[in-house]
């Protein structure tokens, strides 16, 4: 069963960087639409980037110029987090848009991994 593989997570002071990465375990999936959400203790799951299937980049207000959702040639995709604050501590999770070429594309999600700012 494909999985969404996530890595970079990890502990920082406040206004340092971090790069969280995520790809499907199965190389030959493509990827439609990617997105990052997280998850704060005690709050709801929120949206922080997306990159829809149109192409369309849309970042939260809390994250915008210091956060960057990217992918690369291999199909995997980036949240650049810069500057990062205290409140940015939460548990990330990658979602996908993807499937094996010429099939429909199905939503995939992450485990998630933790960032946790230090102030």
């Known amino acids: 069963q494909v999985q969404v593989v996530e890595s970079g997570g990890g502990s920082v002071n406040s206004g340092q960087s971090l790069r969280l990465s995520c790809k499907f375990s199965e190389s030959v999936f493509t990827i439609a639409g990617m997105a990052w959400h997280r998850q704060a203790p005690g709050k709801r799951r929120e949206l922080v980037a997306v990159k829809n299937v149109r192409g369309e980049i849309i970042y939260a207000e809390f994250v915008k110029g210091r956060f960057t959702i990217s992918k690369d040639n291999q199909n995997v995709v980036f949240l650049q987090m810069n500057n990062l604050k205290s409140e940015d501590t939460a548990k990330y999770y990658c979602?996908?848009?993807?499937?094996?070429?010429?099939?429909?594309?199905?939503?995939?999600w992450g485990q998630g991994v933790q960032v946790t700012v230090s102030s």
């Open positions: 979602n996908l848009q993807g499937g094996r070429p010429g099939m429909t594309p199905y939503d995939y």
